[in-house]
């Protein structure tokens, strides 16, 4: 382990109290979920009170939360806002998924919401190659970039690329892995935007093999890119939060089988250095 790993991984655990522990396995450290929804449906069987006692069971330091109806995001904002990391979700309702990035009015929506100040970013938003040029997207991007917004984008990489060609400042969460979860498809985009941040959320079962091994490639790849990694449950409907303890127990199984300072990027570090988050490098 080089100084500067060393270093990180002091500063990390001194900064979450876990010093003198060395963190022996990934077990041992917090996690920052990048991918969380909290829905109003949600709100009806979780409340933010419950929400916050399951990330404590879970080690989990801090949440990228997004929903719809955003009353739902804001009172589990209110309940810990120093764990909580609000994304502002453009959706109305379901049918908004499909059709957002046609609709002329959704920016100034979009930026009336933004003026709470609590937001950390935008998203998650679903768009394809086909709508990579909408206007209404690309409002968006020159919202976030003016704004220091990041911005989580569900799509393929020749979104990926129009975002950059537009505003290469703006930071992108590239949600799952983006739409071709392989490592010889993410490692070149990674490498040309380093801005670009991926998270793994609902591709943990494509990391290992049925003895729960980490495949080889995947382990090079979290090493080579270790920077640009965060890890996620991502609750898409309320029965993935009944799960959730199972889901974070799987993606701690997998990081600790990568060497102790890389573990520690994936599951903390990069998110502390993206959101300002104590122990940040």
Do not use: C
């Not at 979920?33 to 929400?51: F, I, K, M, R, T």
């Amino acid at each position: 382990m080089g100084v500067r790993s060393v270093g990180f991984a002091l500063v990390l655990a001194v900064g979450l109290n876990l010093w003198p522990l060395a963190w022996p396995v990934a077990a041992a450290q917090p996690l920052v979920d990048a991918h969380l929804h909290y829905s109003g449906v949600d709100a009806a069987e979780l409340s933010p009170e419950q929400v916050i006692a399951l990330f404590d069971r879970n080690r989990i330091q801090a949440a990228v939360i997004s929903g719809q109806p955003q009353w739902a995001v804001e009172a589990l904002y209110r309940a810990a806002p120093d764990r909580i990391l609000p994304f502002l979700s453009v959706y109305r309702g379901p049918a908004d998924k499909a059709g957002w990035m046609h609709d002329p009015d959704l920016p100034k929506r979009v930026a009336e919401a933004l003026r709470s100040g609590i937001y950390r970013g935008i998203g998650e938003i679903h768009i394809f190659a086909e709508d990579r040029q909408s206007p209404v997207l690309a409002a968006l991007v020159a919202i976030a970039a003016e704004q220091d917004l990041i911005l989580q984008v569900h799509g393929d990489a020749a979104v990926i690329e129009a975002i950059f060609a537009q505003a290469p400042e703006v930071t992108v969460l590239w949600a799952h892995l983006g739409t071709d979860p392989r490592p010889q498809v993410l490692a070149p985009l990674l490498a040309q935007y380093p801005r670009l941040f991926v998270d793994t959320s609902v591709r943990d079962e494509r990391f290992v093999d049925d003895q729960g091994r980490l495949w080889a490639q995947w382990r090079n790849f979290f090493i080579a890119h270790q920077d640009q990694v965060l890890v996620g449950v991502d609750t898409f409907w309320t029965p993935r939060w009944r799960r959730f303890s199972e889901v974070t127990a799987r993606i701690r199984s997998w990081l600790d089988q990568l060497p102790l300072e890389v573990a520690a990027r994936l599951a903390y570090g990069n998110a502390a250095r993206l959101f300002g988050l104590d122990g940040s490098e």
